[in-house]
């Protein structure tokens, strides 16, 4: 079974950053990627990457939000910039294809 623990959630003030990282127990996975779920919506598509460097985004973050991963530490990045209180959600990380799932964690964009 594939574990994937995320960490770097918080709270921020509109316009700031946050930095999600999630790593996995196994190196075998060929993509890897965040989903988000705010309250009383529907999970979507944050980001995906794969080992080839094929990324994709959801409309909503593009040209704000950047997926990169680090194969050697199994470890997957989500840096976060000029976040808008509409990104409030639960961010959860997830492994080929949403195949697998983490627990996720909270971010809070709010003043």
């Known amino acids: 079974q594939v574990q994937l623990v995320e960490s770097g959630g918080g709270s921020v003030q509109p316009g700031g950053s946050l930095r999600l990282s999630c790593t996995a127990s196994?190196?075998?996975?060929?993509?890897m990627g965040w989903y988000r779920q705010a309250p009383g919506k529907e999970r979507e598509l944050v980001a995906g990457?794969?080992?080839?460097?094929?990324?994709n985004y959801g409309y909503s973050v593009k040209g704000r939000f950047t997926i990169s991963r680090e194969d050697a530490k199994n470890t997957v990045f989500l840096q976060m910039n000029d976040l808008k209180p509409e990104d409030t959600a639960v961010y959860y990380c997830?492994?080929?294809?949403?195949?697998?799932w983490g627990q996720g964690i909270q971010v809070t964009v709010s003043s």
């Open positions: 196994t190196s075998r996975l060929y993509e």
């Open positions: 997830t492994a080929n294809l949403a195949t697998y």
């Open positions: 990457l794969t080992r080839g460097a094929s990324s």
